[in-house]
């Protein structure tokens, strides 16, 4: 069975840092599109970066110069760093992937369950 598991969220202080870790079973996903997304209370989930098997990545302006993201095919892991948090990045976050394409699609098949990041003082 396939499964994603997300690490890594927390409270953390205004402009702190946290590094968030998608950790995926089951079957590899080297040749497939993965990304993270996240969703706000009352508010709809948005696409934060994606990362395609070739490795080109896209990122939201929200986050872009202060999130990373990056993957090792050889851990079959997807990971998010997030640097100079504000209270706006606060939401669940969660890794998806689409697994039968090498670049995320708008409806990825596959979701983890979700870390909460926490922006707070």
């Known amino acids: 069975q396939v499964h994603m598991v997300e690490s890594g969220g927390g409270l953390v202080q205004p402009g702190g840092s946290l590094r968030l870790s998608c950790a995926a079973s089951?079957?590899?996903?080297?040749?497939?599109?993965m990304g993270w997304y996240r969703q706000a209370p009352g508010k709809e989930r948005e696409l934060v970066a994606r990362?395609?098997?070739?490795?080109?990545?896209y990122y939201a302006d929200s986050v872009k110069g202060r999130f990373t993201i990056s993957r090792d095919n050889a851990k079959n892991t997807l990971s998010l760093q997030m640097n100079d948090l504000g209270p706006d990045d606060t939401a669940m976050y969660y890794c998806?992937?689409?697994?039968?394409?090498?670049?995320?699609?708008?409806?990825?098949?596959?979701w983890g369950q979700g870390t909460q990041v926490t922006v707070s003082s």
């Open positions: 998806a992937a689409s697994r039968f394409s090498p670049v995320l699609l708008p409806s990825p098949d596959l």
């Open positions: 089951g079957r590899s996903f080297s040749d497939n599109g």
């Open positions: 990362i395609s098997a070739g490795g080109n990545t």
